[in-house]
């Protein structure tokens, strides 16, 4: 059999369907075209025969006619839909596409989630047979919308989407809650009847019933390399709970921390339960016969649920043998916190995403008790933005670059006159400098999202084996490379040593001069651009001061744990003096030094790492009585000396009050200045003032008020530092799995650079070492000789996870770029290369995005 590649998976499987998509207008919603984006699907969608690829949240009566074929021989008569959502949170979308599209006759629903997990989810309204439902829902919605919208304009003429009609779309979908708009339509009008063959006219009088086809599609997936993915950000599976609120849970984005306590049959979140159908339907997909083993309470969970789901068919399909190692995020929350050397993971830190879309999945089931309801995971988008702005600042008045950009500003203001005339004016003249700021902000929408696979060529998967001076290194490399396909030449293509950003941005510019260069080399110019600002200030200062201070952290927790406390009340306070000198200089932003967020995520890393190498001082925290008040002290005053840049979970309730303390702060800091000195000159006039206690009275109920405030952080802050006891004495939660992850510590090969937990993980299992905490899931052949043929003598002894040949392992929670790097050099080192690895997780993590899910807004 061959190797196993997500990507060449990912494209198979559109092939696959590759029927259903010919001749159609193919909808897709925001979590697929994520998914979508990063392997660079949409020219196969179009090589397969599709009109048009659209947005599902957007559609419009125009798709139709973006039809990139040029055929127009008939009419759309299919849509497909592809949704990584519930079918119940796409309806009202789907519903809006088949009102904009009057000749549709048939709509195809391709769904990640399965009718299992339909039927699973507590908020969907859909049972067991969940599909064929939804075939008979939207029939029913459909026709019952259609027949309102005909009876409504029997007294009025038909409306046509032309002319001055395109301004009133907004008017036309409100006038049915869901945002439809059925009728005659665009389509149908007689401008657009005679260019077909005259059979639509047939096709709408008789009245043909709409066919709906509703099927399972699970490769919505986002692969960043052909050996790593994560599930999109906006999809169901990432957007739902993965803990409910209880004691032990961290957030609704993070698995529980892992006790060893069963969990009740009830209490099973319902991201947990779409996570296992997901795992399960994808080895099916790739025919791989799984060996599960599971680290962690929540992934023991998942492991079971995907044995309840096997059987005796599957397992004895002719399928290629896997293991299957499913391990909870909370286990080890210091690799995705740490900025560690890996040039993607500083690239994504810097790089600017695309604003999240308010989640669909807040219609709830009204028969649904709203005890039940679970809220969705505010996730941040992995539809990572590049702008390309440098590329077309212009640098002469009359470089070819700044005609390019004249061009792009022509093309973007669109046709404002329904006839073409033969000089057109009403153009704006871009090549003025007063419209220099026009030009950079319409052009910031200009961006690309990164490409596991660009013309064959993997980047992504390449820059995942490098560090922050190799990534950089490997970009002016493949930069060299172009300009010599090119036969450009660049004053720095063979300077020698450090890569500077005006070195990459040379030859960038260079590179993106002719037309064709910058389409044939836009894969290599836009990881050239995300390395330019990935350098740029003030990102690059305050990843290196976050590096620097770790390394403090981590020297320190092996001495006291008094220096380390030490440690971090100096971080709280420094930060504390950065942005107080920030407000009185109106500065944006201070080069090297952090934020008082970024100390609250320091001193998490602080706690984790004072549980790990202080595991028996655990009776009120890793810290003494007197270190602790100390640090409860400098960050309530921390928060109170600057009140308005503070935006924390665990503030909540308190904005207004925080708010007004800044807004006195500020008036107080603008009037001192002002104030003149008191005078003993005026005692006299103001002795017949001293009865007066109004200003005193005020002054008592200002203070007050402040006591009361500082009363109130308080409190949210002791419960913080609860909080931070959680994350410190987690270990100590479950003994099994805290003797496990001490044993693993013979695996740190580096003792000046920390190693992961999947790192140190993989090379323990590769070596046939049994971990304690790790739990083997059965098969159903195995229960079968354990439960019969075991009493014949034919009992199956326990498989190991590092014997296969394919290894898939999946972190709950979700994954960083680091771990990816870390487990591929554990394969190289171990004494099976030849392995084949697999990693992937929920999501993709960021520093930033884990202080979000624990201590985010």
């Given at each position: ?561 008094q220096s380390l406390a030490s440690e971090l009340r100096d971080f709280i306070n420094t930060s504390t003096s950065v942005d ?278």
């Open positions: 059999m061959g190797s196993v590649d997500l990507i060449a998976a990912c494209l198979d499987s559109i092939r696959q369907i590759g029927d259903e998509i010919a001749d159609t207008i193919v909808y897709v919603d925001v979590g697929t075209l994520e998914a979508f984006q990063f392997i660079g699907v949409f020219p196969l969608l179009l090589e397969l025969g599709a009109r048009a690829v659209c947005s599902l949240e957007n559609a419009s009566p125009l798709d139709a006619v973006a039809d990139w074929h040029s055929k127009f021989s008939h009419p759309v008569r299919k849509i497909v839909v592809l949704t990584s959502r519930l079918l119940s949170d796409a309806h009202r979308y789907i519903l809006r596409c088949l009102g904009n599209h009057g000749t549709v006759s048939h709509c195809t629903v391709l769904t990640a989630i399965s009718e299992i997990g339909h039927s699973a989810y507590v908020d969907s309204p859909l049972g067991p047979d969940a599909f064929r439902e939804y075939e008979t829902l939207l029939v029913q919605d459909h026709e019952e919308l259609f027949n309102k919208c005909e009876k409504s304009n029997k007294h009025k003429d038909n409306i046509s989407y032309t002319g001055s009609d395109f301004t009133t779309d907004a008017d036309k979908y409100s006038e049915w809650g869901s945002g439809v708009h059925y009728g005659s339509n665009y389509e149908s009008s007689p401008t657009k009847r005679n260019l077909f063959d005259g059979d639509l006219g047939q096709l709408e009088a008789g009245g043909k019933r709409l066919s709906v086809t509703v099927s399972h599609f699970p490769m919505i997936f986002s692969p960043i390399s052909s050996r790593a993915f994560v599930l999109p950000s906006e999809g169901i599976i990432a957007d739902s709970c993965l803990s409910n609120q209880h004691e032990d849970s961290l957030g609704p984005g993070l698995p529980s921390i892992s006790t060893g306590k069963p969990f009740d049959s009830d209490e099973v979140p319902p991201g947990v339960t779409l996570t296992a159908q997901f795992l399960y339907h994808l080895s099916n997909k790739m025919d791989l016969k799984l060996d599960i083993f599971s680290l962690g309470d929540t992934s023991k969970v998942i492991g079971k649920l995907m044995m309840d789901m096997s059987s005796l068919y599957d397992v004895g399909r002719n399928k290629r043998s896997a293991g299957l190692l499913i391990v909870d995020r909370t286990v080890d929350l210091l690799t995705p916190c740490f900025h560690g050397d890996s040039f993607l993971d500083r690239m994504l830190s810097s790089l600017p995403r695309k604003e999240k879309m308010s989640s669909s999945s807040v219609t709830k089931n009204p028969q649904t008790p709203s005890k039940h309801s679970h809220a969705a995971v505010k996730r941040v988008p992995l539809d990572i933005k590049v702008p390309f702005e440098t590329v077309f600042k212009k640098e002469e008045p009359k470089s070819r670059t700044s005609m390019l950009s004249e061009g792009i500003m022509s093309f973007m203001s669109g046709w404002n006159s329904a006839d073409v005339e033969p000089e057109v004016t009403w153009l704006p003249d871009y090549s003025d400098k007063a419209h220099d700021d026009k030009l950079g902000s319409d052009l910031g929408t200009l961006n690309g999202s990164l490409l596991s696979n660009y013309a064959g060529v993997c980047y992504l998967e390449a820059l995942l084996d490098r560090g922050a001076k190799d990534g950089l290194m490997l970009i002016k490399k493949w930069l060299i490379e172009a300009l010599q396909h090119e036969k450009l030449s660049s004053a720095s293509k063979g300077r020698q040593g450090a890569t500077s950003v005006s070195e990459i941005h040379s030859m960038v510019q260079t590179l993106s001069q002719d037309h064709l260069s910058l389409l044939r080399n836009r894969g290599v110019i836009q990881l050239a651009l995300a390395a330019e600002m990935t350098l740029l200030e003030p990102q690059s200062s305050r990843w290196d001061a976050f590096t620097s201070a770790e390394r403090i952290l981590s020297v320190t927790s092996a001495e006291t744990t107080s000198h920030k407000q009185a200089t109106t500065m944006e932003s201070s080069q090297g030094l952090l934020s008082f967020r970024d100390v609250l995520l320091l001193t998490i890393i602080g706690y984790i790492l004072a549980g790990e190498n202080f595991p028996t001082s655990m009776a009120g925290g890793p810290f003494s009585w007197e270190d602790e008040r100390s640090l409860k002290d400098v960050v309530v005053d921390s928060i109170l000396e600057r009140p308005s840049s503070v935006k924390l979970r665990f503030l909540d309730g308190l904005d207004n009050e925080l708010e007004a303390r800044a807004r006195s702060k500020d008036v107080e800091r603008n009037n001192d200045p002002a104030e003149p000195a008191s005078s003993t000159d005026d005692f006299d006039d103001e002795w017949g003032n001293w009865d007066d206690n109004d200003n005193a009275d005020d002054q008592k109920e200002e203070a007050y008020g402040d006591m009361q405030l500082k009363l109130e952080v308080r409190d949210r802050i002791d419960q913080l530092f609860k909080f931070f006891h959680k994350l410190s004495s987690m270990r100590l939660r479950n003994h099994a799995l805290g003797e496990g992850l001490a044993a693993l510590s013979r695996f740190e090969t580096d003792g000046y650079s920390r190693k992961g937990l999947l790192y140190k993980l993989l090379l323990a299992l590769l070596s046939r070492y049994d971990v304690p905490g790790l739990e083997y899931h059965s098969s159903a052949v195995g229960r079968l000789f354990k439960s019969g043929l075991g009493r014949f003598g034919l009992g199956q002894s326990k498989p190991s996870f590092g014997e296969q040949s394919v290894l898939i392992i999946f972190v709950v929670g979700g994954i960083n770029t680091l771990e990816v790097r870390e487990v591929m050099k554990a394969i190289s080192e171990s004494s099976r290369p030849d392995v084949e690895l697999i990693l992937g997780g929920t999501t993709l993590l960021t520093p930033d995005d884990m202080f979000e899910l624990m201590l985010g807004s």
